[in-house]
């Protein structure tokens, strides 16, 4: 799935026939999926309003399978890019206000020598570590011409590995030229943008049989360990159409704004892995699971005895879902990161620029490597699941922001690209139920069978549920 491949591909459905193929899914269900729309449909370069509508119908296509199984009828899937498009753009309102998307010092910085830095700040622990690297006040009366002036007495590249070293999430900007000859681009190149292995030989769980009423993903079980955005859009998406989806959040890590929108569908419990309680707690769930997804720090779960080889011996036929900034394998694979970084570190922003005619860097429209990943996480999850179910095994699937990037570049670029108009999203929103407050949100643009898609449970704040299944009694750990 190189890059050179799929461009030789022009439609939605040829991009997404790649990725149904790699998976290992039925031919035959191809034949059921509408995707109308074209690029560009907000203003950019690169063909964002394919890759979020070929990531999400990937998704949808695998729940709809998933349901042809179950229930023997395969709907047709319908996933308008404009509405896919805009959904992945994020926006959302809790009682009448839009929260503020960004840390006021998080953003792109000129340093010394010509380069760029990119800050991202939202925890008060990235920011006050990033202040102190730079041997300013930390504390938010810090701003950001204090923090310009001092990044200026900086080398861009020398910035990025002392932050890094520092456990901080910072990105150097690089061109695309720079990015493949950099041993971390050298090691994705030619990845694909959803890896799907099997790692056991547990025999296989079947699908249940359900009736034509039921919901695509009904009684499947998923535990999300995630907090930012790809993650909980991958759980969002699954309990859209129709899985128990379990987020668990640690009581003691702080949470972006966006789970108010993101925790749409979900049950929402706190467990703490630092406590055995907690850990009881965790592998009770796993009894009854067949998902995991988790997007901690690389090796965080691990270190606490939840692994992918671990947790399969846990639960035998688990499908597990791993998130990381920069793949698996390579120097950066413990590297940190957010999807404005991944678009700095990668090229994109520079790319940008330049398509635009713009001497600054400039970021894509929406955070796309987030959404598109997040959607690809479901498919891979749904995908594995499938294969279980006929095949056995546990399974583990692996995807990556920057994986997502590298695809992106794969669908090609746009031209006049920029002419295309954001719309006023405000006017798109719908009203949720929601325990956080009065939430508007974009609603999710699938259809099957003509019949829209929505979240059976409202948005609750992390503990608002205990952390055991509906209807059953927790027990301990085997």
Known sequence: ?????SESFVSSADHLAVLWRYAGLPEAALDHLV????????????????????SLAAAALAAAQLRSQRMGHMPRVTVPMREAALESCGWFSLNGTTPQAWDPIAGLYPCANGGWVRLHTNFEHHRDGVLRLL??????????????????????LAFEDAASQAGLVVAALRSFADWDAHPQG???????????????????????????????????????LTRILAGPVAGRTLAAYGADVMLLNAPHLPNIAAIVDTSRGKLSAHVDLRSQPGVQSLCALLREARIFMQGY????????????????RLAPGIVYVSLSAYGHTGPWSQRRGFDSLVQTATGFNLAEAQAAGNTQPQALPMQILDYASGYLMAFGALAARLRQSSEGG??????????????????????????ARRPELSTLAVPYESGFGALRALPHPVRFDEAPITWARPSMPPGSHAPVWPADTQSDCP
């Open 1 to 5: 799935m190189d890059r050179s491949a």
């Open 135 to 156: 041997a300013l006040p930390q504390g938010p009366q810090t701003g950001r011409e204090q923090v310009a002036r001092a990044l200026l007495d900086w080398d861009a």
């Open 35 to 54: 995707l109308p729309g074209t690029d560009p449909v907000l203003p950019s370069s690169f063909k964002v309003g394919t890759a979020a509508q070929v």
């Open 394 to 419: 546990s399974w583990l699937v692996r995807v990556s922001l920057a994986a997502t990037g590298h695809w992106l570049r794969g669908l090609g670029r746009v031209e006049q690209g920029f002419e």
């Open 297 to 312: 720090r690389p090796g965080g779960l691990e270190a606490l005895g939840f692994g992918p080889y671990e947790v399969a």
């Open 186 to 224: 050298q090691a994705l190149a030619g990845m694909p943008p959803v890896l799907i292995e099997r790692i056991d030989d547990t025999p296989p769980i079947p699908l249940s049989p359900a009736d034509a009423g039921t919901a695509p993903l009904a009684g499947e079980r998923v535990i999300e």
